[in-house]
């Protein structure tokens, strides 16, 4: 609630236990473990829109943690967030928990509204992502957990890139791909 009203964004209405509402009530519609003291419903027209110059978009990004930590992930390092369809909703109550209140910050790009140059994360067989030209504005381009990016938008992409990985594992976890990307840009205009 304090991100919403940090950012000037007003609950449509405000439970708050032993006030307006029982805390058992409260403890009933609860998805946490533990009963919360306060639930807010807001509007989502009232949420961010609008573009950045770097956007992470997520191609069928199924599981909300994930979702909810990209969008995160975009407030820490000032970019946007589109989701094509059959993406998790990012306001579900796992994504929404996972976002931290970012969902409040960052705002939610039309996938048609994507800046054109646009950089597919793929989890082998592209250039690495240390020689890629990152300057904005650009698109990181990120894939289903499974399935990754259909090749047809990656034959679209201005450049696949794979984040190189000197261990032992195949691949990484879709959101530790977006803040891996996110960094490598923040690192380089930082110099």
Known sequence: MDAALAAGIEPVELLVAGESVEPSLLAEVSTLGHAPR???VYRRADLPRG???VT???WRVGDPGNVGTL???ADAFGAAVALSDECADPLG???LRATAGAIFRVPLVDWDALPKRRIALVAHGGEPLSEIDLSPPLTFLLGAEREGLPEGLVAQSH???TIALPGEAESLNVAAAGAIALYELSRRSSL
């Open 51 to 53: 573009t950045r110059d």
């Open 159 to 161: 450049k696949a890139t």
């Open 56 to 58: 992470l978009a997520l």
């Open 93 to 95: 109550p796992r994504a």
């Open 38 to 40: 306060v639930v807010a």
């Open 71 to 73: 969008i995160r992930t």
